[in-house]
């Protein structure tokens, strides 16, 4: 349907909670560093609610296309978009495109996405948002590092990688 390469990258603890009041729930040096060395130098597209919670707008070296359905909002160094399709017609057609959040973009998304870099927290955290469900049987982990008991946070995660299955 769409010929973009499109991906997405999310934390998101064991019970799927991934953000509570527009906040992130954690803080993993490592998987920050790990989204900036995966998404650098590529368009990133989020939810407004998700651009407004970046502790800097717009983040460096990124294209970034942010979708609303407020046709009068735009942010300054963004694209805007007011539909999933808009946004993927906005996207780069010759390298990968990063979804970044929140909960309903994902959502959206997930269909038309051709990988996932999930950093999986391996303990529970409450929240107010979620990640939508992975059918595990449509994809294929093509990567995974274990950390255990990281002491920058104290507790354990994995960073996965998955490819869609081709149909």
Avoid at 120 to 139: A, C, M, N, Q, Y
Avoid at 156 to 161: D, H, L, Q
């Amino acid at each position: 349907m769409f010929n973009k390469k499109i991906s997405i990258i999310v934390a998101m603890a064991q019970n799927g909670v991934i953000g509570d009041n527009n906040k992130l729930i954690w803080h993993i040096p490592d998987d920050l560093k790990r989204f900036k060395r995966i998404t650098s130098y590529h368009t990133i597209v989020m939810g407004s609610k998700t651009y407004q919670s970046l502790p800097v707008k717009p983040l460096p070296n990124r294209r970034h296309i942010v979708i609303t359905r407020d046709y009068s909002k735009a942010f300054d160094g963004c694209i805007m978009a007011h539909s999933i399709e808009e946004a993927i017609e906005k996207m780069d057609a010759d390298n990968e495109n990063f979804v970044i959040g929140g909960g309903e973009i994902y959502r959206q998304f997930l269909p038309f996405s051709n990988r996932i870099y999930l950093t999986r927290v391996l303990k529970d955290f409450e929240g107010d948002t979620f990640f939508p469900e992975i059918i595990l049987s449509e994809w294929i982990k093509v990567e995974e590092t274990k950390v255990s008991n990281d002491p920058k946070c104290n507790f354990s995660y994995v960073f996965e990688t998955y490819k869609r299955k081709d149909l």
